[in-house]
Structure formats: structure tokens, C-alpha cells
């Protein structure tokens, strides 16, 4: 296996492209080495400008839920793609995927449509002061939430990867509204409201996902949303990750807990750039025009991410793969844990339905405190080998593996063998 094509085109891509990416995590800098260059994929593998193929655990960190190019979607599209691409109206398709999307989450009756997760949650945390009335926002550390001002601060994702505590260019007065909380520790979030009744909301990842997985313990997100309601503060659940992959409700409808306003993106667009943000209608009717929070978009609801977004979520829910992800998903984490006992090799594996990955670290992970004691020198070793053995991972230590219905027994067999190998380096390393 070599990597010249994508070598060559990272040399050029330096010219005029910042790192020779668009998204910082595409630059492989916390494994080493040099960023990857797609050509194509289909179904449950992708392959790169030099015609090496993998199994895809990407998946574009996240929306290709049934796979590369399904057929349904490819039809849908390009029907689409023949009325025209954008037309600064409305169009019956965005009506039909607002309905698809409240009636998988009951606690939205209305929703949005925005052109990213990052413009999904800026516009959710607008709508939870409009309706509050209340300026400052809690996060968790470790949960990343896009790239909006406000919420750069203790941010995992790319900042995580990169040992970034914020971001460079972010104002003071930007950030001053945002106070921190740890991941399931509830005693941290009331810590602020002791002295503080000027807190709109609580903004969490259901599931934690940008910081490796991390999964809500016991009854914390139930425990959090009576907490905040006897506050008057509201529950945003940032699912853009979740949202149509824990289940096709989301984590809300796998952990039993309906937040006041949910934020979407990723699996709703089906690969196309969809966001949204959606709760009931006593709060929706803030937003213009029918009230005064201003939101608005060029290409939101665009046509052909529409058309995307329907099918997928229409496939997705006649194929109900969740059962199946469970089954994949625990097998690949036996896969993980036996390999790491077979050579000696620590590690912790999360996993949450079709999301999971391996932490290098003998520390139960339920926080970004833990996760951080991950030996991420041990991860690139990993990471590399099983590049080398045909399978694709996020090139980070706090980015989630994805699972696609379309994994096949025989991509088990590839990643069980490319597991078997990288424990085996990362043992001799
Ligand atoms: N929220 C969460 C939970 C995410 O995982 C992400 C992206 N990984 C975002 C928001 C931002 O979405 P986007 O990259 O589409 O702007």
C-alpha cells in the first residue's frame, strides 16, 4: 500500500488550502503523517486517489448511516437535481422532511432547517435565550457544539485532537455568557445556578461523542432535566451526532428524556449539508416570522439536500438497522477488547448503538478528564496499522468510529484482522 497519489495532492492542496484541508481533523495532525485523498466510496467501503480500499468507520463522521451512495438516495438526487438546485422559495420537500423529522422526535412540532450542525446549534442556543429571556448557557467540557464563538471554550473535536483550549479570535465578551460543567456530574451544573438566575439553558450531546464516546450514566440526562425545569432553565440536546443513529428518535427516544429544543445535522441530510433545530411550538413561535428571534438562510432547505435528507431518513427507517447495530457493534468491541488482552495492551472501549471507540487508557471514560489520560502516542501507532490493513478511522483518539448498515461479515473479518495487527504494533512500540 502506498500513499504517492495523496501525498502529491497535499502538496498542492498546501498552496492554496489551509493544511490542504477544509475541517481541521482532516489533517491527520495528532497521528502524523499526511492526510488521506478520497476518490469515491460506495456502500461500506471508500477508497483513495491511489485505489487503496477500506472499510469506512468515517462515514463522514457520521450521516453515511446506510452506506456510500445508496441507490434510493442517488435516484431521489438527482430527480432533484433536474428542477433546478436553489430557489430562495419554498418547496413541498421541506414540508415533507419537517414531517418526517417531528414526528420522530415528539418534543418538536416544529423545526428549522439550517445548512450545518454548527448554524443547528448557534440558532438553538439563540432560540433558548429569546424564550428565557436569560443570557448565559452551561456546557459540558469535552462536548463540542460547531464552531460558533460561544461555544469554543472546553470544546473537544478538533480541539481536543489539536490540545486547543479555545479557539485564537474568540472575544472575551463572546465567551462570557458560557459557564462549564463536567460530563454526567449534575452537582456541577447546579454549582452555577447557586448564585446565578441568569442561566437560559443547559447544552449537552446526549451522547457524548466529540470526545471519544461518552455515555450519559444512570439517570443524569432525566436528572438534568427536572433540575433545570425547577430552575426555569431549559434542556438543549445538541443531537447533530445522535440525532437518527442512537435510534431514529434519537438518544431522546433511547434514553427515555424530551429536551425543550434539539439541534440536528449529519444522518438528517444523508451527506447532503442539512442542520436543523426544532422543539414545541410555544417556543418555535419565537423564531421570525412568527416571532422575534431573527434566523435566516440563503440555501436553507435547499432542494437537493432535501431530497438527500428524505430519502435517507425514508430508507433509514424502513431498513430500522438499530438491532443490527447493537450486534455489529458489540462484536467489534470484543474484536477491540480480545486483541488488547491478546497483547497485552490497555485499553477502554464506549460504545453507544452504532458509536464507539477504544481509548488507550485502563481509566473508566466518563468524562473529558478521562478521556484525556489516553496515551494518544499509542492511538496513531493504532491508527496507522489499521490504515495499512484497510480499515478507515477517524485520525484522532477523541473523534467516534460509525457504523453504516451497509458493514458486511466480510468487512468484520477485515477489521478483526487490521485489530489483531495494530494491538500487535502498538504492544511493540
Ligand atoms: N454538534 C455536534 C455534537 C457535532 O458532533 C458537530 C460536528 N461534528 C457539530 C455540532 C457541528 O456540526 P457541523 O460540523 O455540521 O457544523
Not at 143 to 147: A, E, K, L, N, P
Given at each position: 500500500m502506498d500513499f504517492k497519489k495523496s501525498q502529491k495532492l497535499y502538496n498542492k492542496g498546501l498552496e492554496n488550502l489551509v493544511g490542504a484541508v477544509n475541517s481541521p481533523v482532516r489533517a491527520f495532525a495528532s497521528v502524523g503523517g499526511n492526510p488521506l485523498f478520497i476518490k469515491k466510496a460506495k456502500g461500506s467501503r471508500i477508497v483513495d486517489v491511489d485505489g487503496n480500499k477500506y472499510v469506512d468507520l468515517v462515514l463522514s463522521y457520521g450521516p453515511m448511516i446506510i452506506g456510500h451512495r445508496h441507490k434510493k438516495v442517488q435516484r431521489a438526487v438527482n430527480k432533484a437535481l433536474k428542477n433546478g438546485y436553489s430557489f430562495g422559495a419554498s418547496t413541498e420537500n421541506e414540508i415533507k422532511l419537517a414531517k418526517i423529522v417531528c414526528n420522530a422526535f415528539p418534543g418538536m412540532d416544529k423545526v428549522r432547517f439550517v445548512n450545518s450542525g454548527t448554524e443547528a446549534v448557534l440558532s438553538g442556543i439563540r432560540l433558548a435565550r429569546a424564550f428565557t429571556g436569560k443570557n448565559k448557557i452551561i456546557k459540558f467540557s469535552g462536548?463540542?457544539?460547531?464552531?460558533q464563538d460561544a461555544l469554543l471554550v472546553a470544546a473537544g473535536s478538533g480541539l481536543a485532537t489539536l490540545s486547543l483550549p479555545g479557539s485564537k479570535g474568540v472575544p472575551e465578551g463572546a465567551v462570557k455568557n458560557t459557564l462549564i460543567a463536567t460530563y454526567n456530574d449534575l452537582e456541577s451544573v447546579k454549582k452555577h445556578f447557586e448564585n446565578d438566575d441568569d442561566i437560559a439553558g443547559v447544552i449537552i450531546e446526549p451522547v457524548g461523542g466529540n470526545m471519544g464516546v461518552v455515555i450519559p450514566q444512570n439517570d443524569f440526562l432525566k436528572e438534568l432535566k427536572e433540575y433545570l425545569h425547577s430552575k426555569g432553565a431549559l434542556l438543549i440536546a445538541d443531537e447533530v451526532m445522535t440525532g437518527f443513529r442512537s435510534k431514529f428518535g434519537g438518544a431522546q427516544e433511547l434514553l427515555g428524556v424530551e429536551a425543550d429544543i434539539t439541534c440536528l445535522g449529519k444522518v438528517i441530510g444523508g451527506g447532503f449539508p442539512v442542520g436543523a433545530y426544532g422543539a414545541r411550538n410555544e417556543i418555535m413561535e419565537m423564531v421570525a416570522p412568527l416571532g422575534g428571534m431573527y434566523q435566516a438562510g440563503t440555501l436553507s432547505g435547499n432542494p437537493i439536500a432535501m431530497a438527500g435528507g428524505i430519502s435517507t431518513l425514508t430508507e433509514l427507517k424502513n431498513q430500522n438497522p438499530y438491532e443490527q447495530f447493537n450486534e455489529v457493534g458489540q462484536q467489534i468491541e470484543t474484536i477491540l477488547l480480545e486483541a488488547a488482552k491478546k497483547h497485552g495492551v490497555e485499553i477502554t472501549v464506549n460504545r453507544f448503538g452504532s458509536m464507539l471507540n477504544p481509548f488507550f487508557t485502563s481509566t473508566q471514560v466518563t468524562n473529558f478528564e478521562e478521556a484525556q489520560t489516553s496515551d494518544t502516542k499509542k492511538f496513531a501507532v493504532f491508527f496507522w496499522e489499521m490504515i495499512k490493513n484497510g480499515v478507515f478511522l477517524p485520525p484522532s483518539q477523541f473523534e467516534a468510529w460509525f457504523l453504516s448498515s451497509a458493514i458486511t461479515e466480510e468487512d468484520i473479518e477485515v477489521i478483526r484482522k487490521a485489530v489483531d495487527k495494530a494491538m500487535n504494533k502498538v504492544a511493540q512500540n
Open positions: 462536548c463540542y457544539h460547531g464552531h
